[in-house]
């Protein structure tokens, strides 16, 4: 019996309901009082509204959770809470609200949604309550009068899985208008989410063109233009084209995301008579990253682009066409017939491929297929009585008779010693050719390491992976204390870092002495011997008893496969809990019968507290 009793001392210690924890340890808010005006939501980190834990506001007429957090997930993520992090499951919340405007036709109450257990009270007065679980139901619970004194409660309790709670306050009256729920308050209402009320009232919208409620960053007057697969503008279409008629004079550039030409992603636009990809984004980069790029990201490998032009001013002697570089397949176009092929590739060519006369009508298109590895297209356009005039210009042409504006010059190519397609800021050449191991880049920090560059993901290892001179910046940080006896419980100077060492630490400090893995908060304290083994700051000289009701049997007792529990009548209808050696709830329910049967084949070996209709009963498993 001695052990028993010292057995049940030190779980009673870790059961909120035997030893509630205070709601000024997380927010200084006292949930029974109601706030004025607001839908307030308390948040409590157990089952019977007392381990209070935050809470955030509201100032809809309607109050949906799953507005706020995700149906399995937990209200501590809900926009603007305020409070300690609450389990996803096993947790209660209490939203009320005190004053109303005062209306003699009165108001009703709908309860939308909910799961598990609800609950409704009016003036302090439960009107309503129910198990779990109903979604979308739209059921009347009460209709009365309320005014500025009046306090309206919705609780909910929440044991497992879905998590969700959901209610209308309609205003009655002799006529009304029909508006529709604006849960995401992006103004505009769900078509699927009517009601008739008297005024338009916060969370509502006269209109019904939403097609996303929960997301106030869908509406019609979204920009589609978000490459999400969403329909951000609710037209009824997903990431609409993004292409525009071709504009007389310019060169506009096409990308697709496969080798066919098919799957079009976007495009930009050039002026002057030739077009430089490396002008515009890295070799091993993709046309995407062009200024003036409108449209979806385009893979670095197995992409296409076209560039194309209609328009040209006629010259007396005509044009010559040179192709600078290419990367892989490219084809050439005049006015739709092929002028020109290649396969890969050539870097500074500069050979002439054609000549001849165009004009305003004159197409010219150019298609090029990138497989892998470098992307990139460069030609120039001369009018053969103009060129490039510039004797400092990688393509001077002494016999231009005019500067036609095509001279290109030398550029700074960076070393990539480790070929991560990142370059070396103090190591560069000039150059009017690209150079083999250099690139357009330096933002490099490493370049002995491919490993490190600015794509890196940025690891817990004392370096700074990712280039952007932060060391372990972002990653989820741990407090730990030395285990110097290896028991789990640690003690002394806390220590911090991104990673928990595997062995002599722990994350708590709740050992009392760290020499002996006889003593921590886990052990069974012993009466007589003058040691505290469970830490709790007392050393036991007597025994002590707690109550245990006499019409509550448990058997067998140690039980290895079935628990039975059997029970008076008075106990029918009480929910019931069970907790392993550690506080954590490992089994609940409702009592519907006088004997209960409980598998416990799969628990682990160990002793277990059964609460029921406010008493505790210990019984044991174990393995078979």
Request: hydrophobic share 35%.
């Amino acid at each position: 019996m001695q052990m028993r009793v010292a057995v049940l001392l030190i779980l009673i210690c870790l059961f909120p309901f035997l030893n509630p924890i205070t709601h000024a340890q997380c927010v200084d808010q006292d949930p029974n009082v109601f706030p004025s005006q607001i839908w307030r939501c308390d948040v409590f980190d157990d089952l019977n509204f007392s381990n209070y834990q935050g809470y955030y506001f509201r100032d809809n007429w309607s109050f949906q959770t799953p507005s706020d957090w995700g149906w399995d997930s937990s209200p501590s993520e809900a926009l603007g809470y305020i409070g300690c992090s609450v389990a996803a499951d096993n947790h209660t919340i209490s939203v009320k609200r005190q004053g109303f405007p005062l209306n003699a036709d009165g108001y009703q109450i709908v309860m939308n949604q909910w799961d598990d257990d609800a609950f409704v009270f009016v003036d302090g007065q439960q009107v309503w309550s129910t198990g779990c679980c109903a979604s979308g139901v739209s059921s009347l619970v009460w209709e009365g009068i309320l005014n500025e004194s009046s306090t309206v409660e919705v609780r909910m309790r929440e044991y497992g899985g879905d998590s969700f709670l959901g209610f209308t306050l309609v205003e009655l009256c002799a006529n009304t208008t029909t508006y529709y729920l604006d849960s995401d308050n992006d103004g505009f209402g769900d078509a699927n989410a009517a009601a008739a009320l008297c005024n338009l009232v916060p969370g509502y919208s006269t209109n019904a063109l939403d097609c996303n409620d929960s997301n106030s960053t869908i509406n019609p007057d979204s920009n589609e233009e978000n490459c999400n697969d969403l329909d951000d503008n609710c037209n009824g279409e997903i990431d609409e084209t993004f292409d525009y008629p071709n504009q007389p004079y310019k060169w506009t550039i096409r990308a697709y995301n496969d080798i066919s030409f098919t799957d079009f992603v976007g495009h930009y636009s050039r002026t002057g008579l030739g077009v430089h990809t490396l002008q515009d984004w890295n070799a091993d980069g993709s046309p995407s990253m062009a200024q003036g790029w409108i449209g979806c990201n385009v893979n670095n490998d197995w992409h296409s682009y076209t560039v194309q032009r209609t328009g040209f001013t006629s010259t007396p002697t005509g044009y010559t066409l040179y192709m600078n570089d290419w990367d892989d397949d490219v084809q050439c176009f005049l006015d739709g017939n092929l002028i020109w092929s290649s396969g890969c590739c050539a870097w500074n060519g500069n050979a002439p491929i054609w000549s001849g006369q165009l004009d305003a009508n004159s197409t010219l298109l150019f298609k090029l297929i990138e497989y892998g590895g470098g992307s990139n297209l460069g030609f120039t356009l001369i009018d053969n009585s103009s060129g490039c005039a510039d004797e400092t210009a990688c393509n001077y042409n002494p016999s231009a008779n005019s500067d036609d504006g095509s001279c290109y010059y030398p550029a700074y190519y960076f070393q990539d010693a480790d070929g991560d397609g990142e370059g070396n800021l103090t190591v560069s050449t000039l150059s009017c050719n690209s150079v083999s191991g250099y690139v357009l880049n330096f933002v490099d920090c490493n370049d002995s390491n491919n490993q490190i560059n600015s794509e890196q993901a940025e690891l817990c290892n004392t370096i700074d992976d990712n280039c952007n001179g932060s060391i372990d910046e972002d990653l989820e940080m741990f407090l730990y204390y030395a285990d110097l006896d290896a028991d789990g419980y640690g003690s002394g100077a806390e220590q911090y870092g991104c990673v928990i060492p595997d062995a002599g630490v722990s994350g708590n400090n709740l050992d009392c002495n760290d020499s002996s893995a006889d003593i921590n908060p886990s052990m069974i304290e012993l009466v007589g011997n003058d040691i505290d083994e469970d830490c709790d700051g007392n050393i036991e000289s007597h025994v002590f008893s707690f109550l245990e009701s006499d019409d509550i049997q448990l058997s067998p007792n140690p039980a290895k496969n079935i628990l039975t529990i059997s029970c008076g009548m008075h106990h029918f209808g009480k929910p019931y809990f069970i907790f392993n050696a550690e506080g954590k709830l490992v089994s609940s329910g409702w009592v519907a019968d006088c004997l209960l049967h409980i598998n416990v084949q799969q628990w682990e070996m160990g002793t277990y507290v059964l609460r029921i209709n406010e008493t505790s009963h210990l019984f044991q498993v174990q393995s078979n």
